[in-house]
């Protein structure tokens, strides 16, 4: 792999794979471990456990296509889009990633103070409290966020074996008995629950990929956070947290002690510490398209502020759900997209393909359409969005691959006929 | 110290005398020349309050001459100057004044603000959400957002910005009803003076750090005419306002504020949010000259996030929970104290000739701690004069340097 880039330098470019897998692993523990028990409230311990496995499998498979188109030259996500699907689509994917962070910004610093306030307060209602709280640590995330990756990727390494020796505690004291209980099934709509989780994040790899060491490093990474992810939403299984607040509420497992009270703090905090730093790093790689400019701390620290803004004036939970959701989905499916992508310069090598990516545009936004429609009919089955949108782009893409293909082949067979004609 | 960036050179040092002059005007000169008018319209007659504004702004301007005269040579801050009269070790106390200051009006401020503006801009945003904390929290995000490029910023904003300050200044002055000052008694005490001085002398001990980005000498000079005079403007202003305006400048409840037209209203909101914006963005760069002190390898973009971010911080967890009044009396008094010093200083410095030696620096240092010692007494009500911390402080400082350099003779005379 050639790393070249004419732009700018991307600093820190020697992250090894425990770094790379260490800042996904630490930011996105508390999303992971809530699915899991999100899953086995609505399908029972066995059939989560099926659907975790199987939807990180397939979200490997996507998340290698999309390191893979940008590890050449160092992209991010969003150059990596624009190079693929066009500079439209690219500009789009940046302000959607720019509504989804803030969106992600506002609702995670919420889930903090919702957990701690849980935790200390006892009391939810001292909403002023909490508010004051959350700009707080909003501020301190974006001030710290000036470190860069460089200060993420040590923050990470130094949270995430805390993270990960909450959840081992926490399964080594378990009740495993719910396992045996349940049905080993496979279920569609709960596979499709956990790639819908992870999906935006993948979409969202190369922004720290680029700063890999190698390509195996890369991809031992991809296999390692693939297998943490398993491990973190699994184990919520057994402990049944739906909420970054029941990590820390007394009553909710038959495990709660002093001990698990304190590491679940820990993972509270940690984990939503580094997952707000990781996002605003994600969003920077937008930021970077929206407003050109020389990589600089400041970036971070405004992209930090808007964020804490966001949480301090959208108060009101149902528009900024609905909201993360349209974000999230279309993200979700740009990810679909770049796959097909990949799958289609793989297997058509042979077609010339002059409007590929005003096509691959076109397709892309049939799916968003449609996701946004069936959001708006359905808000709260943000899946059932997700589906319809990825459906409608693949068929968009299978419908014009056949036509490309049909066109291609009528061409060929009229080109050679009109040759052996005047050779007679 | 000289507060630079990076590569070790003092940005932005072209400012011309207009610059100068709305950095301070924006920035920090505006308020307190306001509040101290609007408390002198409340105790004395109209030739009273006009000959005591009008004395205190030349009594100002040759101390600020003074001052800046003090920096001008080697574009020294105001620590640089401190340094070179208080020594290494007194230049700590002023750079942990500086940054205590500057956290006291950051907060009293923004607090003052936050306050009016919610009353001003009644919006339902929901059961249960404290608006006062939403605009703190967007007040000090502005802040923090404009403070970050340092003084070229500040510069910019102050220039764009100060002609809409003037505009809502002037549309509070015609929309608010006139409150008409007595002629009678047709008597000039002067009992005023002291306030005026101690409202407007705090921020004097600043001017160095943002004077030496002066373009020249020249530039300077007109910059601190201009400053008086528009001061002078203001203050006389300030005084058909009175008691119309008094709520908006004090840290009051809502119960305090007043029912304002739609009119009055849009122009005090616009005059409240440009000046605090200013001022917050101001005293972080007057702040960052101290931090230099207190984490050297923290300089340049980094000092103004991290003094912006952790102003914000702190005024979000302590808003309306702990009051900074006492910080501020201490802090202001400290800082016209060590104006008067330094003053003083450059006085001795240019009958003798010679710049401050080690027992010189002590006694200068010395007669600043026992200023601010008696000041800090008298607050707290455990030193108990009829006369203002101002005449105390400069009664203080004069005793000490006097004693301390007749000591000083002495002992040489003794050796001799």
Redesign the interface.
């Known amino acids: 792999m050639t790393h070249q880039r004419t732009i700018s330098p991307v600093p820190d470019r020697h992250q090894n794979f425990w770094q790379l897998a260490s800042i996904q692993g630490a930011s996105q523990s508390i999303i992971a471990a809530m699915l899991g028990g999100q899953l086995s409230k609505q399908y029972g311990a066995g059939t989560a456990l099926v659907a975790i496995c199987i939807g990180n499998f397939i979200l490997w498979i996507i998340g290698l296509t999309i390191i893979s188109m940008a590890a050449k030259d160092r992209k991010n996500a969003i150059e990596n889009v624009y190079k693929s699907i066009g500079k439209v689509s690219g500009f789009a994917l940046s302000i959607i990633l720019v509504i989804a962070f803030l969106s992600w910004y506002m609702l995670d610093l919420q889930a903090t103070t919702v957990a701690l306030s849980n935790f200390f307060l006892h009391n939810q209602d001292e909403k002023n409290v909490m508010i004051r709280l959350g700009a707080v640590l909003g501020l301190i995330i974006a001030l710290v966020s000036t470190g860069g990756i460089r200060f993420i990727k040590h923050a990470c390494v130094v949270v995430f074996p805390f993270l990960l020796f909450f959840v081992i505690y926490t399964l080594s004291t378990g009740d495993w008995s719910s396992l045996s209980k349940s049905n080993w099934e496979f279920s569609f709509p709960a596979t499709i629950s956990v790639i819908t989780l992870t999906l935006p994040g993948t979409v969202n790899l190369p922004t720290f990929f680029r700063h890999s060491r190698s390509i195996a490093d890369s991809i031992l990474a991809l296999t390692l956070i693939t297998l943490i992810y398993i491990l973190f939403q699994s184990f919520s299984i057994f402990t049944e947290v739906a909420s970054p607040s029941e990590f820390l509420t007394k009553n909710v497992t038959s495990i709660a002690s002093q001990t698990y009270l304190f590491l679940g703090l820990i993972f509270v905090v940690g984990s939503l510490f580094c997952l707000n730093l990781v996002n605003i790093y994600y969003a920077s790689a937008a930021w970077e398209l929206i407003v050109p400019h020389k990589r600089s701390p400041k970036e971070y620290a405004i992209i930090g502020l808007l964020g804490t803004a966001a949480y301090t004036f959208f108060q009101v939970d149902f528009p900024m759900r609905f909201l993360e959701s349209i974000a999230s989905n279309l993200i979700a499916s740009i990810g679909i997209a770049l796959f097909v992508v990949r799958l289609i310069d793989i297997t058509f090598k042979h077609l010339p393909r002059p409007y590929e990516k005003m096509v691959n545009t076109f397709c892309w936004s049939i799916g968003c359409i449609v996701a946004i429609i069936t959001q708006i009919n359905q808000p709260t089955e943000p899946d059932k969005a997700l589906i319809a949108g990825c459906s409608a782009s693949l068929l968009a893409f299978l419908t014009i691959i056949v036509c490309e293909e049909t066109t291609w082949a009528i061409r060929k067979l009229s080109a050679k006929k009109m040759s052996n004609v005047r050779q007679q | 110290m000289n507060h630079k960036t990076e590569n070790n050179t003092l940005p932005d040092i072209k400012q011309s005398f207009w610059q100068l002059a709305v950095i301070q005007l924006a920035g920090i000169a505006s308020l307190p020349v306001l509040a101290s008018s609007v408390l002198i319209s409340q105790t004395t007659n109209f030739i009273d309050a006009i000959t005591t504004i009008a004395l205190a702004n030349i009594i100002l301007w040759i101390i600020r001459f003074g001052i800046i005269s003090m920096s001008h040579k080697d574009r020294k801050s105001t620590l640089d100057i401190s340094r070179e009269y208080f020594g290494t070790i007194g230049s700590y106390f002023i750079a942990v004044l500086l940054l205590a200051s500057t956290l006291a009006w950051f907060v009293a401020q923004t607090t003052l603000a936050s306050n009016a503006l919610t009353f001003l801009i009644p919006i339902n945003?929901?059961e249960?959400?404290?608006r006062f904390?939403?605009t703190s929290?967007?007040l000090?995000?502005i802040s923090?957002?404009l403070c970050?490029e340092g003084i070229v910023a500040l510069r910019w904003l102050a220039t764009l910005i100060y002609p809409f300050l003037l505009i809502a200044f002037l549309g509070v002055l015609f929309t608010t009803p006139k409150q008409i000052l007595s002629i009678e008694p047709v008597s000039i005490t002067f009992s005023l003076l002291p306030l005026a001085l101690g409202t407007n002398l705090g921020i004097t001990a600043d001017l160095p750090t943002f004077f030496r980005h002066s373009k020249s000498w020249k530039d300077s000079v007109n910059a601190l005419t201009i400053l008086q005079l528009v001061s002078l403007i203001i203050g006389i202003a300030g005084l058909f306002l009175g008691s119309a305006i008094s709520p908006w400048l004090e840290d009051g409840s809502a119960e305090s504020f007043i029912a304002v037209g739609h009119g009055q209203k849009s122009f005090l909101v616009a005059l409240i949010f440009i000046s605090v914006i200013c001022a917050n963005v101001s005293n972080v760069y007057s702040a960052s000259v101290g931090w230099e002190v207190v984490a050297p390898t923290l300089a340049g973009?980094?000092e103004y996030?991290?003094l912006g971010?952790?102003l914000?911080?702190i005024f979000?967890?302590v808003a309306h929970i702990f009051s900074m009044h006492s910080l501020l009396d201490i802090t202001d008094a400290s800082l016209i104290n060590l104006a008067l010093v330094l003053v003083l200083g450059y006085v001795i410095y240019l009958l003798t000739g010679r710049a401050p030696k080690i027992r010189e620096q002590m006694i200068y240092l010395f007669a600043w701690l026992v200023a601010t010692t008696l000041n800090i007494l008298q607050f707290s009500e455990l030193f108990a004069v009829n006369h203002s911390s101002l005449f105390i402080a400069i009664l203080a400082i004069l005793c000490t340097i006097v004693s301390g350099f007749t000591i000083k003779k002495l002992l040489t005379r003794t050796k001799a």
């Open positions: 945003v929901g249960g959400v404290d904390v939403q929290v967007a000090g995000i923090t957002l970050m973009r980094k996030l991290i971010f952790g914000t911080i979000i967890l």
